[in-house]
């Protein structure tokens, strides 16, 4: 993307992020699909997965303010933030997520002339199937759902900070107020209704998809059957379930 291109974008979700997000934190759309279930067994059928298609992100911070509100999420946390990567000439690499991108981006002293590349990627928990924070948990606060998302029984949860040190991608938290973990929950209170997370639907470029991986018809699964996409260090070996199409090697 050059830098008129990007300016274009940057402008796009200023200017138009606000109306989006007004909308969108108090008419929610659903998915189209009611969850309906009876019984913790019934959950089974699901297989909640997540795509971030960089190609489209624009950086607006749409989808960081809408979590916020929707999850009271606290100030200088953040359960999804969007970081900016700009590579010049000469192959250096510069990365910034100013406020984790709730206020957009805003042009700033880097040397545009030497910048060759940028990009937005936005970042969330990854809800792995071998999740290394459920793992570390000493009390069992950290546990897989029966429809594969990683949440926090905060209950149980006595503030330890193991996960948050385990987790390779920076996606927990301390929530210091109430001494317990934190972190992206895909909006689980919403996904139980058959809504999609708050951040999907604030989304003004459809860059954040979520569905059903158990569902063949799901977007989700034909979008992954058709599009070549990666995930953040696989080396790592959490098995992640938030996808990214178009990630650059730059990426960490």
């Known amino acids: 993307m050059d830098k008129i291109e990007r300016r274009k974008f940057l402008k796009l979700g200023i200017y138009s992020s606000a109306g989006i997000v007004m909308g969108s934190l108090f008419a929610f759309s659903k998915t189209g699909r009611e969850i309906d279930y009876k019984s913790p067994e019934d959950l089974s059928k699901f297989d909640w997965g997540f ?31 969007v970081e900016r990567y700009e590579i010049d000439k000469n192959g250096r690499v510069r990365v910034d997520s100013p406020n984790g991108a709730l ?24 809800h792995c199937k071998d999740s290394a924070c459920t793992q570390v948990c000493p009390v069992g606060a950290t546990y897989d759902s029966p429809d594969g998302v990683v949440l926090i029984d905060k209950e149980r949860c006595v503030g330890c900070g193991y996960c948050v040190q385990a987790c390779p ?84």
């Open 103 to 126: 206020d957009s981006f805003k042009d700033d002293n880097f040397n545009e002339a030497e910048i060759v590349k940028s990009f937005f990627v936005p970042k969330l928990c990854n």
């Open 51 to 81: 795509i971030v298609d960089t190609t489209r992100c624009i950086g607006c911070g749409a989808c960081v303010r809408a979590c916020k509100v929707e999850n009271n999420v606290p100030d200088t946390f953040y359960r999804t933030w």
């Open 169 to 252: 991608y920076g996606c927990r938290y301390i929530d210091h107020e109430k001494g317990v973990a934190d972190k992206c929950t895909l909006c689980y209170h919403r996904i139980q209704k058959g809504e999609a997370p708050a951040c999907v639907n604030a989304c003004p470029r459809a860059a954040r998809i979520f569905g059903n991986l158990k569902d063949p018809e799901s977007k989700i699964r034909k979008i992954l059957n058709l599009r070549r996409y990666g995930t953040l260090k696989p080396e790592m070996g959490t098995n992640p379930k938030c996808y990214y199409i178009g990630l650059d090697m730059e990426v960490k």
